[in-house]
């Protein structure tokens, strides 16, 4: 009977040098697979908040939701329990960022960088509690579709004329309605530079608190049409945010941007 033969050692160096080749081949495809499912993730809480503002918006004259105060601060405290409460709606969060800044104990992370969702929020507002766990996410409504008084100014000096207030609009599938974001309402204007360091947007302007790299390069949206895509973050500056938004403002193609413009982490994505 012959004896059965071991493998060389050169042998065994063949094999791992394939399976170290196939694995660097692999990895790659993996990561975006796994990138490829967050966004989907993304996009599908996305299109449920949606569902939730059409169904508000029908209720009420079709108009959105008007938060509290002349500037329409803290328009979650509008929702019903169930949908404020980040325990119970986990469509709250991106699957990039489920972690709040601040911990049920009250603690904060001592480095905030994109991956954080906002809050945890509680306190009263309008005269309603926010539930017992909090409030927290990592959505941000566009502040310019509020309706606030009239003859009030939304954050950063925009007439109350120039919102949106209702969804029934020319060019809605341009107008942002939900957007990945570091707070639950923004109000970008066409000259606000995103942050200067990629996780340094928590200390930024409207517009850097959404123009955050959560998905390669784009970040979750949804549209005054009801739709959702993921977004190219120098998009950001080509979509309607409200009726008067300059769509080639200083950071578009259109407006003569040049890469110098723009600060190094988003300089290699593609330009709008």
Not at 64 to 89: A, E, H, I
Not at 112 to 141: D, H, K, L
Request: proline content about 6%.
């Amino acid at each position: 009977m012959c004896k059965r033969k071991a493998f060389t050692l050169i042998e065994l160096l063949v094999v791992i040098a394939i399976i170290a080749i196939l694995m660097a081949i692999l990895m790659p495809a993996l990561a975006r697979v796994k990138e490829q499912a967050r966004t989907t993730g993304c996009l599908a809480n996305l299109k449920q908040w949606n569902l939730v503002t059409k169904m508000y918006c029908d209720d009420n004259d079709g108009k959105f939701w008007s938060g509290y105060g002349t500037t329409g601060y803290w328009w979650p405290w509008q929702l019903p329990d169930r949908l404020l409460s980040w325990k119970r709606n986990k469509t709250w969060f991106c699957p990039t960022a489920k972690k709040p800044i601040t911990d049920e104990d009250g603690v904060t992370a001592p480095t905030f960088n994109i991956y954080n969702a906002w809050g945890i929020f509680g306190g009263t507002q309008g005269g309603r509690a926010a539930p017992p766990e909090g409030v927290a996410g990592s959505y941000s409504i566009n502040g310019y579709c509020l309706t606030i008084p009239v003859d009030a100014t939304f954050e950063g000096g925009v007439h109350a004329r120039e919102g949106w207030r209702t969804p029934d609009v020319s060019g809605a599938a341009n107008a942002p309605l939900f957007i990945d974001a570091l707070r639950f309402d923004l109000w970008p204007l066409e000259n606000q530079r995103p942050a200067e360091y990629e996780y340094a947007a928590w200390s930024s302007n409207n517009m850097g608190r959404c123009c955050i790299n959560r998905h390669v390069g784009f970040v979750g949206v949804s549209y005054m049409d009801f739709s959702a895509r993921k977004t190219g973050l120098k998009e950001l500056w080509t979509l309607k945010w409200h009726k008067s938004f300059d769509v080639s403002g200083p950071y578009t193609l259109a407006g003569g941007v040049q890469t110098s413009d723009w600060p190094d982490w988003i300089r290699p994505f593609q330009d709008y």
